[in-house]
């Protein structure tokens, strides 16, 4: 079983959502569990709803937050091709619900609104493609996240119950291998025990892949980028650079340490914790093989 994450510049445009489909149709025999991310920037534009709202700019924030339903609506329909799709309820659902949120008055922190508020992209990308996918063919089952990971009451930066969200896991995620080869959950979200939506902080769909790799006991993560791939300086600074094909997890963490823009300490550890090798991977590139050692990350050379 493997663990795909795919992040917002993947699906920031048809084009990008139709190559993820042909990525994931490179693996036909593998089981996967795919985590996405919000469509490219909307996280930034429901972050401003959740400003304006929590400043009783009411008017503002709905005026936001219709913008970007109707950026999700008419990518939904170009990319399906119709209106009738059971995916636009899903969608109206989904807007209903931060909806209701912008009809109250703002009577408790602002982290809490905004995970009620920003947590809206990963419901919406996920469920337009996993209706693209059942559209061309690639059978899936969508599942809302927050009724598997289990976290504390820290909003904005939530930390997980490992042993509640194992066990919903085995109860809820692992049967539906049974009828299908591909999963897609969202990232970057789960619940408390009062059914009250958080986010989990920075990289928070990077850590939510490694969660699933953890509890699956996968054999492989895989984030897909639109990166050549870890160099040995950044390449906006110093020229010359070069790809660093491979890397232990100790370096990783100790490179993120002293500010190199890498993989966050806090996705590293729960693969770290079971041998799990992650892989990064340019999503433009598709038949790069995977490297042997189960103690690295790796990139291959990303065309532009």
């Not at 994931?24 to 089981?31: G, L, R």
């Not at 690639?138 to 996240?145: H, L, P, R």
Request: charged fraction near 20%.
């Amino acid at each position: 079983m493997k663990v795909f994450k795919f992040g917002g510049a993947s699906l920031e445009s048809i084009e990008r959502i139709k190559n993820v489909g042909e990525i994931v149709q490179s693996f036909p025999d593998d089981k996967i569990l795919i985590v996405i991310s919000a469509m490219g920037k909307t996280t930034n534009e429901l972050e401003k709803v959740a400003q304006h709202f929590f400043m009783r700019k009411r008017e503002i924030a709905a005026q936001l937050l219709f913008n970007i339903e109707q950026t999700h609506i008419q990518l939904a329909e170009k990319l399906l091709g119709n209106k009738t799709n059971a995916v636009f309820t899903q969608l109206q659902e989904f807007f209903t619900e931060a909806e209701w949120t912008l009809g109250e008055k703002p009577v408790r922190q602002y982290d809490y609104y905004y995970d009620q508020i920003v947590g809206l992209g990963e419901l919406l990308s996920t469920c337009i493609v996993s209706a693209y996918f059942n559209q061309v063919g690639i059978n899936n089952a969508w599942i809302d996240v927050r009724d598997v990971f289990r976290t504390d009451s820290t909003f904005r930066d939530a930390n997980i119950d490992w042993e509640v969200t194992q066990r919903q896991v085995n109860e809820k995620v692992l049967p539906l291998f049974n009828t299908t080869n591909v999963i897609i959950a969202q990232g970057f979200i789960g619940s408390t025990d009062q059914n009250e939506s958080v986010t989990l902080g920075r990289e928070g769909s990077d850590f939510s892949a490694a969660v699933f790799a953890n509890v699956l006991n996968a054999e492989s993560q895989t984030i897909w980028k639109d990166v050549e791939g870890l160099k040995n300086a950044d390449p906006k600074l110093f020229p010359n650079t070069v790809n660093i094909p491979e890397i232990s997890f100790s370096e990783v963490i100790e490179m993120a340490y002293y500010g190199a823009r890498v993989i966050h300490p806090k996705t590293i550890k729960p693969l770290q914790n079971k041998q799990i090798p992650l892989y990064v991977k340019c999503f433009w590139t598709r038949t790069c093989p995977e490297q042997s050692s189960r103690k690295m990350w790796t990139a291959p050379n990303c065309p532009r």
